[in-house]
């Protein structure tokens, strides 16, 4: 199984990732650098040890031709992994490798940041297991960029549960962690206010029951507002989760929220880094479309990816689909200097693949065209269908915004059986009189065909 790290773009417009590969049962893991050119070609590629797990899950660029990678690697003393830190170059030259012992727990790194006096932080989740009982908990790092330890503080009171994201206080009195929890309360979604020396002086949590701050990410939109991404969840009469983005003001109130996903579908937002920009009027949000939480990472049903180019007031400037013939699970999105974007993620073909999955990686310009793309070839659709295979109705997510289109279906032998002049996203379309069998449609705009497929009514 593969799946993709943290890509991050340097001053030459290069990418860096990681990729990783591991087996169903985690017991076998290791993973590699990667360097890309602008056009998603590979520059070069570094590899670790072959005799040894380990795997590397956050890039941090720190100077000019200077980068730290962090994660996890086997212990030569414990069972449980050390804390790995490897500082590299922009050839992927290995400068220096530092090792620290974890205190018998396992890591996973979720951010990294260098604060006002360049000082790294990093935060993560901790894991250990006696039998079959399991101790979960968040941890905070902080150390000198030749990566010296300064604090390290582990919150395993057994409540605290999935750091998600940290950013610095605008006033660099300290920091405020997103985690799934932080106390025990029954609410997810929990923010943290800590000082420079770790010690929490605040835990509060979101006021919006429908809003989930899971899965997020967090940055600060200006000196007074955050943006935060979550699921944002409805009940009609079924649980439907959408993609949702809150901006909160510095008591973590809502300032207002929106939602982007449509009925009879879950969307979920990219596991890691979900939303990103450059400019707050170029902000590109991802997430999965028809995704299926129990059949992770191995869901048989064909998925899309979303992508979202939201304005400064969090309106949609244009969404756009990619896939819909196999599972595509979307991990990160990075905004990059020329006006786009790259999106990352794991892709899974239940009939060619046996609990293999393989990575993606898209390059898209600023209007949502793909420019390049590894290890997939995938289609661009600016409308979707919905499910397909289907029984008694078809659903249309319209990504062409502000206008509708019209619809045909028709038969094998060509005879139009469904003409709609205007459908817009949303739509559905009711197929329970139609015979069992393979049908075609197309959608039109100004007389122009904007999609066109197959169909097949179970």
């Known amino acids: 199984m593969t799946f993709p790290h943290c890509p991050i773009e340097d001053e030459n417009r290069n990418l860096y990732f990681i990729k990783g590969t591991q087996d169903v049962g985690y017991t076998n893991y290791h993973c590699k650098l990667l360097k890309l050119n602008v056009n998603g070609e590979i520059l070069c590629e570094k590899v670790f040890y072959q005799n040894k797990n380990h795997m590397l899950q956050y890039l941090l660029q720190t100077g000019e031709n200077s980068f730290l990678a962090f994660g996890r690697i086997e212990s030569d003393t414990s069972v449980y992994t050390d804390f790995w830190i490897v500082q590299f170059d922009s050839l992927l030259n290995i400068n220096w490798e530092k090792k620290y012992y974890t205190q018998n727990f ?24 006696y039998g079959t009982f399991e101790e979960n908990g968040i941890y905070l790092y902080k150390m000198l960029i030749s990566a010296d330890s300064l604090i390290v503080k582990y919150f395993t009171d057994w409540t605290a549960f999935h750091s998600w994201d940290i950013i610095e206080k605008i006033n660099s009195s300290g920091y405020i962690v997103f985690a799934e929890y932080f106390n025990d309360s ?214 062409i915004v502000n206008r509708d289109v019209s619809f045909e279906l028709f038969d094998i032998h060509g005879r139009m059986l469904i003409k709609h002049d205007k459908v817009g996203s949303g739509s559905v379309i009711k197929t329970s009189d139609f015979s069992q069998g393979i049908y075609f449609y197309r959608f039109m705009d100004r007389n122009r065909i904007v999609e066109r497929g197959k169909w097949v009514k179970e």
Not at 106 to 129: E, F, M, Q
Not at 207 to 217: E, G, K, V
């Open 106 to 129: 396992d890591y996973t790194i979720r951010k990294a940041l260098i604060d006002h006096n360049g000082n790294i932080i990093v935060t993560g989740d901790l894991n250990k297991t």
């Open 186 to 399: 029954v609410t997810t979604g929990q923010i943290a206010e800590i000082d420079q020396n770790f010690n929490i002086s605040l835990v509060t949590q979101i006021s919006n029951i429908y809003f989930q701050p899971i899965i997020h990410t967090a940055a600060w939109f200006s000196d007074s507002t955050i943006l935060l991404s979550g699921i944002e969840t409805i009940f009609d009469p079924e649980q439907d989760d959408n993609l949702g983005l809150v901006l909160l003001d510095t008591m973590y109130n809502i300032i207002y929220d929106k939602m982007y996903g449509k009925t009879d579908t879950s969307d979920y937002p990219g596991i890691y880094h979900n939303f990103d920009f450059i400019d707050k009027d170029n902000i590109y949000y991802v997430g999965t479309s028809n995704y299926i939480y129990y059949q992770i990472p191995f869901q048989q049903e064909p998925s899309w990816i979303i992508i979202n180019k939201l304005d400064s007031n969090l309106n949609i400037k244009w969404q756009k689909f990619y896939g819909g013939d196999v599972f595509y699970y979307v991990h990160d999105v990075l905004a990059t200097q020329d006006g786009g974007c790259l999106v990352t993620g794991m892709n899974y073909d239940h009939l060619t693949q046996n609990n293999e999955t393989s990575t993606f990686l898209l390059k898209l310009n600023e209007n949502g065209e793909l420019t390049s793309s590894q290890n997939v070839s995938i289609k661009q659709q600016d409308i979707i269908l919905y499910p397909n295979p289907g029984r008694d109705r078809m659903t249309i997510r319209n990504g």
